[in-house]
């Protein structure tokens, strides 16, 4: 199952940090298989339309 932290952050009220809810969901038997940051542009090529016309 997929979530986001504001998704979560809507139904639950609490300021710990993103290691501590990944330890806690661990720990009650909801394994975290992984954490992706949907903003991070790493690796993602960028591309720039330097001719000035709309692309097809």
Known sequence: ???TLSWLR???DF???LDEIVST???IG???E???NPA???GVPRCE???GTPPP
């Open 1 to 3: 199952m997929k979530f």
């Open 10 to 12: 809507e139904h639950l």
């Open 15 to 17: 300021t710990v940090s």
């Open 25 to 27: 969901l661990n720990t």
């Open 30 to 32: 909801l394994e975290v």
């Open 34 to 36: 992984s954490v992706e």
């Open 40 to 42: 991070d542009t790493a």
């Open 49 to 51: 339309n330097r001719r």
